[in-house]
């Protein structure tokens, strides 16, 4: 994998966690909202914090998609979870969170499956010439449509 690809991975986790983060802090600011009171969601969107986490949050979705547009989605969710431990981290010490320490194995337990899922390819090679027809063989004689 290229370093332009690495780069494409943080940027999905950094702008995940920094979105989370700003529209959390912002909807602190702006108190309780409710869909019962829709102009209050609308108010909510207006403050600073939340509107910057909404811009991280929409390169996140560009940066997921690039991700996505090279990899399988088994490769880059696991891969950009690395954003959960940024996320807490930002919780505990910007947000000034308390973050159990349940919370903390979790986190651990999930990198933990993470280098597990990401340790092999990032993408499913595409079936050879023929692989198409020996399905449709299979499924026919199994007496299924594909």
Not at 62 to 68: I, K
Not at 126 to 132: K, L, N, T, V
Request: with cysteine.
């Amino acid at each position: 994998m290229t370093f332009r690809k690495y780069l494409v991975l943080v940027g999905v986790a950094v702008c995940a966690a920094a979105g989370d983060s700003l529209i959390s802090c912002g909807m602190k600011q702006t108190g309780a909202v409710s869909l019962a009171r829709l102009p209050s969601i609308i108010l909510a969107v207006l403050n600073p914090s939340v509107a910057l986490g909404v811009f991280f949050l929409l390169a996140f979705f560009a940066s997921y998609m690039m991700a996505l547009s090279w990899a399988d989605l088994t490769y880059v969710l696991p891969a950009t979870s690395v954003g959960y431990v940024l996320l807490a981290l930002i919780a505990k010490f910007l947000l000034h969170e308390h973050v159990s320490p349940t919370r903390w194995i979790g986190i651990l337990l999930i990198s933990t499956g993470v280098a597990f899922a990401t340790s092999g390819p990032a993408s499913t090679p595409p079936p050879e010439a023929g692989d198409a027809e020996k399905l449709d063989a299979e499924a026919v004689a199994a007496g299924l449509e594909r």
